[in-house]
Nanobody, 117 residues
Framework: QVQLVESGGGLVQPGGSLRLSCVAS????????MGWYRQAPGKQRELVAR???????NYADSVKGRFTVSRDNAKNTVYLQMNSLKREDAAVYYC???????????WGQGTQVTVSS
């Protein structure tokens, strides 16, 4: 059974930082591209950051220079370091694992990030 479990969300003031973690089980983690997506109320889910099995990364323009995605294959974990948080970063953040060659795609349950003073 595949599980992606996110943690690290919470309430932070504008300008603050959070680090999200996602621990995967039930997959061969090192083979998967891992992504962080977010969905704010009334908006579509959007890609925030992604890291391939080889370590290449890409980011949404809105978070470039502020967020960093990384992975630790030994711990089956992907991270999202979020700095200089803005009110518009508030959303539910979801972890995604994708193996496109086999059309496999898995989601975590999400973790809430609230940015407010």
């Amino acid at each position: 059974q595949v599980q992606l479990v996110e943690s690290g969300g919470g309430l932070v003031q504008p300008g603050g930082s959070l680090r999200l973690s996602c621990v995967a089980s039930g997959i061969i983690f090192r083979n998967y591209a891992m992504g962080w997506y977010r969905q704010a109320p009334g908006k579509q889910r959007e890609l925030v950051a992604r890291i391939t099995y080889g370590g290449s990364t890409n980011y949404a323009d809105s978070v470039k220079g502020r967020f960093t995605v990384s992975r630790d294959n030994a711990k089956n974990t992907v991270y999202l370091q979020m700095n200089s948080l803005k009110r518009e970063d508030a959303a539910v953040y979801y972890c995604n694992a994708a193996l496109s060659a086999l059309s496999l795609n898995y989601w975590g349950q999400g973790t809430q990030v609230t940015v407010s003073s």
